[in-house]
């Protein structure tokens, strides 16, 4: 089993920057492809970046492409979302996910989720 416990939410004005980490248990929790995802109240939960298993590959949602920077540390067992120059359409809910099929844009296709932390993001 993996557990994935995400922080770093918060509130942050327009324009600003936050962090956020998923702290990853479990035997092979380091075998596995990570994303992040987010949901907005009334929206679906949609994807926002994947990392392979050693981190060679990314891939990120347009909406997103060079402002958030996914990244891993396997030896710490830690992801990382850098999100810069944020937006209010930014705000939302975002969860950590790990899965075995590699980097995929469906939630479904992720076997473990964490709790999610709140990211809102004023005008």
């Known amino acids: 089993q993996v557990r994935l416990v995400e922080s770093g939410g918060g509130l942050v004005q327009a324009g600003g920057s936050l962090r956020l980490s998923c702290a990853a248990s479990?035997?092979?929790?380091?075998?596995?492809?990570m994303g992040w995802f987010r949901q907005a109240p009334g929206k679906e939960r949609e994807f926002v970046a994947g990392?392979?298993?050693?981190?060679?590959?990314?891939y990120y949602t347009d909406s997103v492409k060079g402002r958030f920077t996914i990244s891993r540390d396997n030896a710490k067992n830690t992801l990382y979302l850098q999100m810069i120059s944020l937006k209010p359409e930014d705000t939302a809910v975002y969860y950590c996910?790990?899965?075995?099929?590699?980097?995929?844009?469906?939630?479904?296709?992720?076997?473990?989720w964490g709790q999610g932390t709140q990211v809102t993001v004023s005008s």
């Open positions: 990392i392979s298993l050693i981190g060679r590959s990314t």
């Open positions: 479990g035997r092979t929790s380091s075998s596995l492809a």
């Open positions: 996910a790990a899965g075995w099929r590699g980097i995929t844009t469906t939630p479904t296709d992720y076997e473990y």
